[in-house]
């Protein structure tokens, strides 16, 4: 039977120790509201054993509300109880308040690497803590941090997950949470708090780090969907996987389509990764590589609002998702984060880096989505990278597949026209340092000649398409621009194939289109062409 809590009454909860006599000091200067009683709860241990002192001070005193002190925080506000009482009272599902929040936590988990901090307090050691103005009555957080931490609603704190305190304070907030209760911090006209100086990281701090995320990244960050085509390359499917297992960033939905002909990728993933649930993992020995393909672009997470695809020869950098996931929560309006990539051959060395896979900045950068389009096609040239580069947000994407103007057919190169969608709707941020890798090795398909045809088809329908949308290509000179570098690069790619190359189907459809930018070019206002963009035919 639920016990019933004393709504006129709080308890303070502290802990004994050099800074207890002074705490209760300040707690007698408090006003304790009319009608309402105030007592101390007084519990003594060690930071490991925390939670448990609190969820026996929980059961200890019948009050419903309840304010627990960290050892080094004392509160200055003489209307404190007043003014959280008001929150509670008028937000029934705020059950947890305190006077340092973040509305979201990086993905490291620290919270004082949080952006948005709501709240202010006095630092022992000199210095203030401030935050940007509450406009309302208070603002609902994501997590707390320690400190002094004031609840409407008896829920245990998590038990037996830390060594230590400085997760302690987040962690709680998101068991209110799951019970169904948000954070918040009540607006602050004045210092409300002196709390501890910042402490050097200790061992005990980066394990409860690590246990806070492994317990808790599903409640704090958005589901990223890793998408991951293979075939019959057991070995490097091994290490594409265990890059994405092993990422910093948790909270995954890893999804496999594998069409090899014989069992050796499925053993892969049957004795080294069947006990991640995270991964979903399909074979389909009887797809083709079209049908495999179609399989990955079909896949669609509902609950991830993220994606990311991985070719099965490539691999992630450990940070990768993490630090990509953090440019999408500092800033609105982004619709893709690449890098420069790592490029390796077939044995995993790193390949010396000509011109053109320098990176396109020095430092990290926000860049203008439309610029970066506009270049893109005036100079034929994907300065974003492979799929396995980008890190997706699904809402910009052209109803969650691969592609701008879903026309592109079996022409459709997966990753500049989705690069292109994506600047149509917003920016890109691109790190300079490689976070993932792109392996050159034999048999991939990319040097195949069908890809090398659709390549240039591919780059026209975009061309195409810009100028219809009139959107990266917006004047004349672009246009032309943009022509004439497709015009060039087709034509010298032409002359080097052998004679036989020439009666390939594709062929006809690069002389259409040839033909079209040719008569274009003069005016560049319009380029009409018609290919079969089937799959199937030719």
């Known amino acids: ?42 519990v003594d241990g060690t930071d490991a054993e925390v939670a448990a002192l609190y969820n026996e001070a929980q059961v200890a005193s019948d009050a419903r509300y309840k304010v627990y002190l960290a050892p080094d925080a004392v509160i200055l506000h003489e209307k404190f109880l007043a003014d959280v009482l008001a929150v509670f009272r008028a937000a029934p599902d705020v059950g947890i308040v305190g006077v340092l929040g973040a509305r979201q936590l990086r993905t490291d988990g620290v919270f004082d690497h949080a952006l948005g901090l709501a709240g202010r307090a006095v630092v022992h050691e000199g210095g ?5 103005d509450i406009t309302g009555a208070y603002e609902a957080v994501q997590v707390l941090g320690g400190g002094v931490i004031a609840t409407q609603a008896d829920v245990p704190w998590p038990e037996e997950q830390f060594e230590g305190t400085s997760c302690l304070a987040m ?56 998408v991951i085509p293979t075939y019959q390359r057991p070995a490097y499917f091994r290490e594409a996987l265990a890059s994405v297992v092993h990422q910093t960033y948790r909270n995954l939905d890893i999804f496999v389509t594998d069409n090899s002909h014989n069992d050796e990728t499925r053993r892969v993933y049957e004795t080294e990764f069947a006990d991640d649930p995270r991964i979903t993992y399909e074979h389909h020995p009887d797809f083709d590589a079209d ?33 990509m996931m953090d ?38 950068s926000r860049l203008d989505g439309r610029s970066v389009g506009q270049d893109m096609l005036r100079n034929m040239t994907n300065y974003i990278g492979e799929p396995t580069t980008v890190l997706i947000k699904k809402s910009a994407m052209n109803h969650h597949r691969l592609g701008w103007s879903g026309k592109e057919g079996k022409y459709l190169i997966s990753d500049f026209p989705t690069w292109l969608c994506l600047l149509s709707k917003g920016d890109c941020v691109y790190f300079p340092e490689p976070l993932s890798t792109f392996r050159f090795h034999e048999g991939q398909q990319q040097e ?21 949308r009139n959107i990266f290509l917006t004047s004349r000179e672009d246009r032309q621009k943009a022509m004439l570098c497709w ?11 052998p004679e036989e190359a020439l009666e390939h189907p594709a062929m006809a459809d690069v002389c259409t289109i040839f033909r079209s930018m040719v008569a274009a070019l003069p005016e560049a206002d319009t380029l009409d062409f018609t290919v079969n963009t089937e799959w199937g035919k030719v």
């Open 291 to 323: 049908g495999n393909w179609g399989r990955a672009l079909a896949y669609d997470n509902p609950a991830a609002t993220y994606v990311n695809w991985l070719m099965d020869d490539d691999y992630f950098l450990p940070e990768k998702i993490a630090r």
């Open 327 to 364: 440019c999408y929560f500092e800033a609105s309006g982004i619709t893709l984060v690449t890098s420069v990539r790592k490029w390796i051959d077939g044995d995993g060395n790193d390949l010396p880096k000509a011109d053109w896979m320098r990176p396109l900045v020095s430092k990290l």
């Open 128 to 132: 203030t803590v401030r935050g940007k």
């Open 1 to 42: 039977m639920e016990r019933t809590l004393d709504a006129s009454k709080v308890a303070f909860v502290v802990r004994g120790g050099a800074r207890a006599e002074e705490q209760q000091r300040y707690l007698a200067c408090l006003r304790v509201p009319d009608g309402m009683t105030a007592e101390v709860v007084t």
């Open 448 to 468: 195949g000649l069908f890809s090398k045809f659709a390549s240039h088809i591919c780059w026209a329908l975009q061309i195409r398409e810009a100028i219809q």
């Open 171 to 226: 962690a709680a907030c998101l068991a209110y949470r799951r019970a169904g209760y948000r954070a918040a911090v009540p607006q602050q006209a004045e210092d409300w708090m002196i709390c501890g100086a910042l402490h050097p990281v200790t061992d005990a701090d980066e394990r409860d780090r690590q246990a806070f995320l492994d317990a808790y990244s599903r409640d704090l960050y958005p589901l990223v969907s890793v």
């Open 487 to 497: 015009l060039e690069r087709t034509s010298g790619w032409l002359r080097k194939l």
